[in-house]
């Protein structure tokens, strides 16, 4: 069985996009590290005011990475949505995959009836998933078709 955990946050870094992006990107380069150790994977999303992130692995090691990622002053008021044992893991590819909230994806949270901002508080964990699958699909065709024009 795999542990599968859900949580939302509240952003605390100041700042643009390009500060926010590089915030995501150092968070992403630590939890990809950290969590390939630990047999983590999962998917980080973003919209500039919320983190709403799926972790999934070994029970004692979700627990311990939640435990650790809750401490982290760059966002505040994690939350649980939902933990539950699941038959296998969603994003098995992924060590944190991650999308922050930029036009070019728009299309996607659209697609799911985001239109405005996340209301996190409301969402059911199987609409973060749902989301969360589409912006991971969206982002492998976006790196083969970086591929083939390269
Ligand atoms: C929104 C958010 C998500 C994070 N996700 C992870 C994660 O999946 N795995 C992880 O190890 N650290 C994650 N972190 C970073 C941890 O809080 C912490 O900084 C890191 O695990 C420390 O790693 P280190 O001891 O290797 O420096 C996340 C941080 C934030 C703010």
């Known amino acids: 069985m795999i542990h599968q955990l859900v949580y939302y946050s509240r952003n605390t870094v100041a700042g643009g996009d390009r500060a926010m ?22 998917f980080l999303i973003f919209d500039k005011t919320w983190f709403v992130q799926i972790l999934e692995g070994e029970r004692a090691k979700v ?26 893991r969603l ?6 995959g991650g999308a922050m909230r930029t036009p070019e994806v728009q299309e996607v949270y659209l697609q799911h009836g985001f239109g405005g901002p996340l209301e996190p508080a409301r969402l ?12 991971q699909a969206y982002e492998v065709s976006r790196r083969q078709g970086q591929k083939l024009a390269s």
């Open 63 to 88: 627990t311990e990475t939640y435990a650790r990622i809750a401490c982290d002053p760059r966002h505040s008021a994690a939350t649980i949505i939902n933990l539950r044992d699941v038959h296998g």
């Open 91 to 96: 994003f098995p590819n992924w060590t944190m």
């Open 124 to 135: 059911k964990s199987e609409q973060v998933i749902n989301l969360a699958l589409d912006l």
């Open 21 to 42: 992006l590089t915030n995501m990107r150092e968070i992403l380069s630590a939890s990809q590290r950290n969590n390939s150790r630990d047999g983590i994977t999962g």
